[in-house]
């Protein structure tokens, strides 16, 4: 029977037999999770439909409380996580099945005696049941393997970005200070001006008045968001060459307009 | 008769004859209709010109549901569409020809008793006269190819698009909710926000205010531009891929310099 | 006589003869006279130094204007204009000689009884003065080339970005108009968002309020900025490209470091 | 001693050896300063904790001190700085050994009786200790090499930048100075609107509003930002062929993960 539910449990590779449609059960049940944390967050909708939303709440605890038990003691069937108690544990520890506890646990900490107040800030935790999702998505995977090939470029850019931040918000905040102690009111502070620059958003809500600071801003703009946008270029070139990859591999081309994918290497 | 019709109508490959005068009369008809919109909507040229406006209307819908009459008639004579009635109905569903309709239809509807409240709305669709020209415009067809030979890419990054904005604009909710409950009311109201700091449009309206959400609101923006801009640098790529291919076809060069071309595909 | 002033006036070839003396006077002149005007916007510099600004003017309004027409006198020297009369007038045609008379054409028309407002206007073209180096420095007919080179592309995405922006702002003109009828007043006063919001600008002065025009805002935003950086990168595919047939050809490399270049083209 | 004073303070190779524990010593004094500085910026903190903060001012500027001498007093036995006291002075003004003695220099001003207001500016040279830690770090000699490699690209795309940036703020200067006096009171003023727009920042503090102006500053928009966008995108280019190019060279690969790394060619 374990093996049974290790099979129901792990992504089909089959249309139309009991693991997949378990898979589109899990799936339905994960984007109507996010629905209802997004719907939950209209005032009004959350006064109007109290009762129904934490009924689906209690329903949906229990269906992840059951699959995480599910999937963390039939973990020691895959290859890789086979030793009997080390491998659940092992597993237990994997982004994945963190994800799968995270996604629920927080539901649990009242009945444990957990500060009310502390658990306001673990409702933040529920959004994480979307990332549930990255099991069955193939897309999402690919990301993770673009920012794993570009790691030491995006590393030696960040570099650059952080150091360039300080550098113009320490400045900045020489020059500016003065004439705008509320606004420029620490290096961290500054940063806040810094990001909002160099990435080009420009908010408005923060910027030079003295001549002095616009020109420093006018130089830190013109020079900085060169160097900001480098992780921008590495991610494009990162993308199109996995892309191209997987084109010339094969396995890519069969699932064109299919992008929601069962992919057979997740539990 | 019908022939003669169905050539006068198709896309003219000779400067010169009834064919082409045809074309340059529609041209002209679309532009001065889009001029027409456009002027109509300021208020004072409006008010000053309003019977010249509506005669030139009742003339422009005359036109385009006759030109549209005789094109649905003359179908059948187009080797796609050859099959008598199916085909005709068949052509009438194109998008160009749905575009023809809903050029004109909406002039018609209150004599068919239809509120004129919606009838504001369906207004907006006089708009899409622009798209008329379509059929006249080789650029406009370099764009739909370029999006078809990247769709799988641009798919790819709509979702990573969709859900970077999704947990951001969750995060933040959650965040800045407490502090500015009027901007951060709910999780799609802060998708608003989520827009204009990812596009890095950043109007100013709404931005964070606490220093945790501005220290999340700086994560977000360094880390989400790059991924924000890659349909950007995939649109690029694949107009560049399109203009090469073309100019090596040599169907390309032999248009330089005049980018209203007649195409001989379109009808 | 006429062939020594033809000499002086061409850009010359050798540093330390009488034209390379005269190159580097002109170019000063060019540089002090954009000083001048720059300075000479600020109110209070202008109030203290009006008779040194005004000498200045009178002295490089001489020396352009000789400069000019012993330019136009000796243009027949020039084997392209070499036709006695119809040589001087179609050199006095080139875009760098109508540069040189729009430079200090505007000083002599209150003599000539011009109305003083419009002198106003006329005052803006003395920035065209600037242009006038454009004969020294070899970067700026470095841009010239890309374009010149990518005038397809860049006609193509020019006609996009002019669709799109006049579809996006008409959309969001019906949408917007009746909740801010002052901001979105009209079509072409909504294309002022249009733009702003496609090109990220983004200042924040105008920006829909509606839930639904900041959902149609939004995918406007995500699908035009890609778009919108089409002529970006078409510009910086040009460049580089430039910048490696030069350097291939060697006519490059011989003046690095060195880019204000004396050109042997021009006259 | 002097040679063994010189193997300790140049950069080690061997993790372990006393040089090696003294870069660890230097890097973690350059962060704590950093953060100092950083902390100190907090009107709060700095209160709270005066007198930790002068202490370790203190500690710091003494080690940089004797560092420095140290540096200068060895630098002879490096083979470019043989020559006794003249290769002492040529190192003393190489810029990481510039940047040593700005790091602590301005602490002693006081004692020789400079204007305390002075003072007072010459504190944001402390921020230059940050830049101590180039010596340690491979990433930071990366830009500069990029920088090296294009600089005649930056150079030609700078004088367009400039040239853009003053012709359309001339312009704009003309348009909108009589409706906005305050905000574009003159060309060097409102060339912090050409910035803010050009490189699409849009604070938005200053906007045309004049639909002359809204017209101009969408054409200076739209052609802008694609010409300042160049140096982003050499900086890219540069960024992606120095990464293939130390690939290659397999000196990169060995430090993958490790991007503070040691370098050999540095004191």
């Not at 409702?123 to 990332?131: M, P, T, V």
């Not at 995977?141 to 960040?158: D, G, M, R, T």
């Not at 620059?197 to 908010?203: E, K, N, P, R």
Request: proline share 4%.
């Amino acid at each position: 029977m374990k093996e049974k539910i290790y099979y129901i449990l792990s992504v089909s590779k089959k249309p139309g037999d009991t693991s997949w449609y378990f898979d589109i059960f899990i799936i339905t049940l994960i984007i109507l999770n996010v629905l209802a944390i997004v719907l939950e967050s209209i005032e009004h909708v959350r006064l109007q439909y109290q009762t129904q939303f934490d009924i689906f709440e209690i329903f949906s605890v229990v269906i992840f409380t059951v699959e995480y038990i599910l999937r963390v003691w039939t973990a020691d069937l895959i290859p890789t996580y086979k030793k009997p108690l080390t491998g659940n544990l092992k597993f237990a520890l994997t982004p994945l099945a963190l994800i799968d506890l995270l996604a629920f646990l927080p539901f649990y900490l009242p009945f444990i005696g957990i500060d009310l107040r502390l658990l306001r800030v673990l409702r933040i935790f529920r959004i994480f049941r979307l990332f549930k999702i990255a099991r069955y998505v193939e897309a999402l995977s690919f990301i993770n393997s673009v920012f794993k090939k570009k790691k030491e470029e995006l590393a030696i850019s960040l570099i650059f970005t952080a150091f360039l931040l300080l550098i113009s918000s320490a400045f900045m905040y020489y020059v500016e200070n003065e004439a705008q102690p509320e606004n420029f009111s620490s290096i961290p502070g500054t940063m806040w001006w810094g990001i909002a620059t160099l990435t080009t958003v420009g908010y408005g809500d923060i910027y030079p008045v003295t001549p002095l600071g616009q020109f420093l801003g006018g130089i830190i703009a013109i020079i900085g968001i060169g160097l900001f946008a480098l992780p921008t270029g590495i991610l494009a070139s990162g993308f199109s060459d996995e892309i191209s990859k997987r084109k010339q591999q094969g396995d890519y081309c069969a699932t064109c307009g299919q992008t929601i994918k069962v992919k057979t290497d997740e539990y």
